[in-house]
Nanobody, 122 residues
């Protein structure tokens, strides 16, 4: 199989935390930039953050609340989400950035996972 699989989503109250995982199989990711996007109903898929070399970057809406890490031995990318807000409710996707692309727009990605639902209640 060649796939990215997200997991760890669920229902959480505002102010709570979740950690999402994105595990690759049959697909090299350790030498690629990897990113997280999210999509809420009726909205475009939105950049969340990216792991690129040793320089992570995040959207302003999640900066200081979310953080990305990697476990190369497990071919896994993580998104730690703290102090969650109802506006964080969305399906969260991970993707692998195409070589030579920055990874801030959906067109920069060659592979996506199926997504995992995060719902934050008030």
């Amino acid at each position: 199989q060649v796939q990215l699989v997200e997991s760890g989503g669920g229902l959480v109250q505002a102010g709570g935390s979740l950690r999402l995982s994105c595990t690759a199989s049959g697909l090299p990711v350790n030498n690629y930039a990897m990113g997280w996007f999210r999509q809420a109903p009726g909205k475009e898929r939105e950049f969340v953050g990216i792991s690129r070399g040793h320089i992570p970057d995040y959207s302003d809406s999640v900066k200081h609340r979310f953080s990305i890490s990697r476990d190369n031995d497990k071919n896994t990318l993580y998104l730690q989400m703290n102090n969650l807000k109802p506006e964080d409710t969305a399906v969260y996707y991970c993707g692998r950035v195409r070589r030579g692309y920055k990874g801030y727009t959906t067109g920069d990605y060659g592979y996506w996972g199926q997504g995992t639902q995060v719902t934050v209640s008030s």
